[in-house]
């Protein structure tokens, strides 16, 4: 069973940045090759979504809101999963969950909040 821990949240002033990262442990492989493979967020109140991920091999998935903002990052080094976002806005506030789906079981870490605000 895949175990996906997240980190790097915080709270940052609208134009600012964070990076998130997540890490896998008890993975049959590496995360960076298993696909999908990336990042929601759920805002209070709304549903949860799809920032960015890696759909399979070779491609990569940016919802239009973060689209130039955010960037995915697949750290095969480190066995890691990483989310850069730029020019934060405060309705990017939510908590990040990631997420990869492993022979067609969904495993999600337990997020992390991220807070836009001045």
């Known amino acids: 069973q895949v175990q996906l821990v997240e980190s790097g949240g915080g709270m940052v002033q609208p134009g600012g940045s964070l990076q998130l990262s997540c890490a896998a442990s008890r993975a049959s492989r590496s995360i960076t090759n298993i696909y999908p493979m990336g990042w929601y967020r759920q805002a209070p109140g709304k549903q949860r979504e799809l920032v960015a991920n890696f759909p399979y091999l070779g491609f990569t998935y940016y919802s239009d809101s973060v689209k130039g903002r955010f960037t995915i990052i697949s750290d095969s080094r480190q066995n890691m999963v990483h989310l850069q976002m730029n020019s934060l806005k405060p309705e990017d506030t939510a908590v990040y969950y990631c997420?990869?789906?492993?022979?067609?079981?969904?495993?999600w870490g337990r997020g992390t909040q991220v807070t836009v605000s001045s």
């Open positions: 997420h990869v789906n492993d022979k067609g079981v969904d495993y």
